[in-house]
């Protein structure tokens, strides 16, 4: 099987059901997804190096498939089309969310991003969550798409947030408060 197929080389690309610009919108949110992806297996590297982290790499491995799953979704522009993403899996990552957040201690202001190594890379995680969720809503704009795609980015955010803080927690480095932050985090 070759893998190059030569059929881009115009500037278009194949969706399930037809074929696109490569810079139209479509493709510019599902390939921010893909971008997504490779962070969070960076990630999953970082939080490998220490076996207490074995849940959170497995919910990680987990997440880089539904992350699969919400790309194919919004490559899917063919009639009556058969979607992967529901609304179970939001609510899987609030489950998630809950838990690291019961493990971590009480936040009232903003925080930098960083501290560990693998809490880095989970911020990193969030902000390019953030930057394709900002791609997918701009498409939900322009485009009929498969809404539960776009909530499960926003909960993912969350996700990453909530693992970076307990990491540094687990791992005994404390979160750097922003200077300036007012308290915006309360019960």
């Given at each position: 099987?070759?893998?190059?197929?030569?059929?881009?080389?115009?500037?278009?690309?194949?969706?399930?059901?037809?074929?696109?610009?490569?810079?139209?919108?479509?493709?510019?949110?599902?390939?921010?997804?893909?971008?997504?992806?490779?962070?969070?297996?960076?990630?999953?590297?970082?939080?490998?190096?220490?076996?207490?982290?074995?849940?959170?790499?497995?919910?990680?491995?987990?997440?880089?498939?539904?992350?699969?799953?919400?790309?194919?979704?919004?490559?899917?522009?063919k009639d009556d089309p058969?979607?992967?993403?529901?609304?179970?899996?939001?609510?899987?990552?609030?489950?998630?969310?809950?838990?690291?957040?019961?493990?971590?201690?009480?936040?009232?202001?903003?925080?930098?991003?960083?501290?560990?190594?693998?809490?880095?890379?989970?911020?990193?995680?969030?902000?390019?969550?953030?930057?394709?969720?900002?791609?997918?809503?701009?498409?939900?704009?322009?485009?009929?798409?498969?809404?539960?795609?776009?909530?499960?980015?926003?909960?993912?955010?969350?996700?990453?947030?909530?693992?970076?803080?307990?990491?540094?927690?687990?791992?005994?480095?404390?979160?750097?408060?922003?200077?300036?932050?007012?308290?915006?985090?309360?019960?």
């Amino acid at each position: 099987m070759r893998i190059y197929t030569r059929g881009g080389d115009e500037g278009k690309t194949s969706v399930i059901g037809g074929r696109r610009k490569k810079h139209d919108q479509r493709i510019v949110a599902y390939g921010s997804i893909d971008e997504v992806n490779s962070f969070v297996a960076r990630a999953r590297h970082s939080v490998a190096k220490k076996s207490e982290f074995h849940k959170l790499e497995s919910e990680l491995l987990v997440i880089q498939h539904e992350l699969f799953d919400c790309g194919s979704d919004l490559a899917t522009v063919k009639d009556d089309p058969t979607y992967k993403v529901t609304e179970r899996n939001a609510a899987q990552l609030e489950e998630w969310i809950d838990h690291w957040t019961s493990l971590s201690p009480k936040i009232e202001r903003f925080i930098l991003p960083g501290g560990s190594e693998a809490s880095a890379d989970l911020h990193v995680c969030r902000t390019e969550t953030r930057r394709a969720e900002r791609e997918v809503a701009a498409l939900a704009d322009i485009e009929t798409i498969h809404m539960p795609v776009l909530a499960y980015m926003n909960r993912l955010s969350d996700y990453f947030f909530t693992v970076a803080r307990f990491v540094n927690h687990s791992l005994d480095v404390a979160d750097i408060p922003y200077e300036r932050s007012a308290i915006v985090f309360k019960d």
